[in-house]
């Protein structure tokens, strides 16, 4: 299994950026999806997270400027993060909760992380 992180970059305070990651290989079923960031010197965090059925959950600084979202279909998860701030420059990493068509346990994927910087 594997993910792949797209739509870091470079942006303006107030600007908009989306991530897209999406997953691949040999997976039999996606629990969950999410989103995760880790700035220079800090732990990583939990940015946005959304489950079968389309629940979704953030942390408390991003709420009402990103929003996630999923395709089934392509096994793809997208983070909108709109009125970005300096304080949301970070490396975002993907994660997803995915069963294999060969092992039934439930495992933890990640992504290989996109840099995004909030800069003027």
């Known amino acids: 299994v594997q993910l792949q992180a797209f739509g870091g970059g470079l942006v303006q305070p107030g600007g908009s950026l989306r991530l897209s990651c999406a997953a691949s290989?040999?997976?039999?079923?996606?629990?969950?999806m999410g989103w995760y960031r880790q700035a220079p010197g800090k732990q990583r965090e939990l940015v946005a997270r959304i489950i079968s059925g389309g629940i979704t959950n953030y942390a408390d600084s991003v709420k009402g400027r990103f929003t996630i979202s999923r395709d089934n279909a392509k096994n793809t998860v997208y983070l909108q993060m709109n009125n970005l701030k300096p304080e949301d420059t970070a490396v975002y990493y993907c994660?997803?909760?995915?069963?294999?068509?060969?092992?039934?346990?439930?495992?933890?994927?990640w992504g290989q992380g996109t840099l995004v910087t909030v800069s003027s």
């Open positions: 290989g040999n997976i039999f079923s996606i629990v969950g």
């Open positions: 994660n997803a909760d995915i069963r294999t068509i060969t092992d039934s346990q439930l495992r933890a994927y």
